[in-house]
């Protein structure tokens, strides 16, 4: 199923979910795609969230541990 950025902000706030996650790509080259966060509210995630999970993304990237 693929959602654009309001679905995702409607869907979030909808499902009374803590956050949204979207992997970016539409147009763009490949090395641009990127994960846009949704907080609770629907909005662009607080650059505290953001901060949280790129701390787990980074943490993961040093130990070499990959979804399976």
Do not use: W
């Amino acid at each position: 199923m693929r959602f654009t950025h309001p679905a995702i902000s409607f869907a979030v706030k909808h499902q009374h979910a803590i956050a949204g996650i979207m992997i970016t790509a539409s147009h763009n080259a490949p090395r641009y795609n990127g994960l846009k966060l949704k907080g609770a509210f629907g909005g662009s995630a607080l650059p505290e969230q953001c901060r949280r999970v790129e701390v787990y993304i980074n943490d993961n990237e040093e130990q070499a541990r990959a979804p399976t």
